[in-house]
């Protein structure tokens, strides 16, 4: 049965229009025509239609950082201990508790696909469980519950970090995120693709952790057995991790990406932001994909990557938000653009219709649903109706709303075609409970 919802306004792929009806059959958008009054069986939804947002890089489980990491200063390696002690604290069943909520609190901000940089694999001294794959699947069913579309990004992680003197041995709280060898995470991941084939609102990716834990001859090992689609990446995240490389294998750590067959179209790199001039032209030219979180780079101290040069030199942005300090594109995208301003003194640095490109197609494309992201047939139907009136969205101009706009203002979610968020409430009720409930018995376990 084909649906129809009318909107006043709607962020289209060549610009903002008015009194616009988007049509849906199956989860795909089939029709959308502008100027029109609507149609008696339309749906009327007030407030201005975006694109679906796509966060393109999330480790579900730092969710329970937020708040608690500010008192003592220190650095990203610092903060780095107290998470893997949450880490340690998780199996299955929490993971999956926690994650319904974290996605659940993504959908009602508007977010309709997540990429979740997956690397708690085993149990607490590094055991696969039964199902080797029971952490990968409690993300999948947390991400089904909560209506959200999931690329998980399962992650080869084989060294506990990398000096000088060359890659060094896991610590025990890493156990739990290896496999080993390359081959075992091949043979385990393939193993969770081959399941999830054809899955409407699934797709499994791979990733690298970084050139920190995957030493260069296994990255090669990686570029020939992971599963088709996409492929991420940390990159350049800090200085230490240029210096570490750079005094071990005598390049960068984009280079040694390019050396051993990793960065291309399917490719995108998370954060890089410590990039030299050859690493921006590098990425450029082979299309890697490039991921910022503007949140969690300030809320971590990493500093501000080159976004615009980066795109300038042919390298696709997408946004995430990461470590979750803050769930909310509209600050994610703003933040890109912001930064920049920062950095240069000038205003203006991206077009309102790239950071919405950003935000949804981009990331849409790097996490493999090409074609989503975009208000137009043979797209997804997935829409986010934010309100125009609200004491942040009033006065604004339709197509400059996302620079006022915040997570509270999104009305209503649909995900290929299912209402997932009406009038600002998620099917699944009150986030703030569910979220409350999975933390605090993470905190007792």
Same mark, same amino acid.
């Given at each position: ?107 009602? =901000? ?108 296994? %990255?090669?090992?990686?570029?020939? %057995? ?55 032209? %590098? ?27 980066? =795109? ?40 309102? %219709? ?11 494309? !790097? ?28 006065? !604004? ?49």
């Amino acid at each position: 049965m084909t649906v129809s919802y009318w909107v006043s306004a709607a962020h289209l792929p060549d610009g903002v229009a008015d009194r616009v009806r988007i049509s849906e059959r199956d989860g795909v958008i089939t029709a959308v025509a502008t100027d029109g009054d609507p149609a008696p069986d339309d749906i009327v939804l007030d407030g201005v239609a975006l694109p679906g947002f796509a966060n393109t890089h999330s480790h579900a489980f730092h969710r329970a950082l937020r708040g608690r990491t500010h008192a003592d200063g220190g650095t990203f390696w610092t903060w780095r201990q107290q998470m893997y002690a949450v880490a340690s604290r998780l199996d299955p069943d929490r993971y999956f508790a926690l994650a319904r909520a974290v996605y659940a609190e993504m959908v009602a =901000a508007g977010m309709t696909v997540v990429g979740e940089f997956h690397y708690l694999h085993h149990d607490h001294q590094g055991r696969a469980y039964a199902d080797p794959n029971a952490m990968s699947e409690a993300l999948v069913a947390a991400a089904a519950d909560s209506g959200i579309r999931i690329t998980l990004l399962d992650v080869c992680y084989l060294s506990g970090g990398l000096t000088a003197a060359g890659h060094q041995p896991l610590d025990p709280v890493q156990q739990r995120f290896s496999d080993g060898t390359v081959d075992g995470w091949a043979a385990r991941v393939g193993a969770l693709a081959n399941r999830h084939t054809g899955a409407e609102t699934v797709r499994v990716g791979a990733a690298a952790h970084s050139v920190r834990a995957v030493p260069a001859a296994d %990255l090669a090992r990686l570029a020939t %057995l992971r599963p088709s689609g996409p492929l991420h990446v940390h990159l350049s995240e800090q200085p230490a991790e240029n210096v570490a490389v750079q005094a071990f294998y005598g390049c960068t750590p984009a280079e040694l990406l390019h050396r051993h067959g990793l960065l291309g179209p399917t490719t995108t790199a998370v954060h890089a932001t410590h990039l030299t001039a050859s690493d921006i032209t %590098l990425l450029g030219t082979t299309r890697t994909g490039t991921c910022f979180c503007p949140t969690t780079e300030r809320d971590l101290a990493d500093g501000i990557g080159p976004a615009r040069e980066l =795109a300038d030199a042919g390298s696709p942005l997408s946004l995430g938000s990461d470590q979750h300090a803050v769930i909310d594109m509209f600050e994610e995208l703003r933040g890109l653009e912001l930064h920049e301003r920062l950095t240069t003194r000038q205003r203006g640095r991206f077009t309102p %219709l790239e950071l919405i490109t950003a935000a949804s197609a981009a990331g849409y494309t !790097s996490l493999g649903w090409h074609g989503g992201g975009r208000l137009a047939v043979g797209a997804p139907a997935d829409l986010v109706i934010i309100d125009s009136s609200s004491v942040r969205t009033a006065g !604004s101009r339709t197509a400059q709303i996302h620079y006022s706009a915040g997570a509270p203002d999104v009305r209503h979610v649909i995900i290929g075609g299912r209402r997932v968020v009406s009038n600002g409430t998620h099917r699944l009720g009150a986030v703030g409970e569910l979220l409350a409930t999975a933390l605090t018995d993470l905190e007792d376990s």
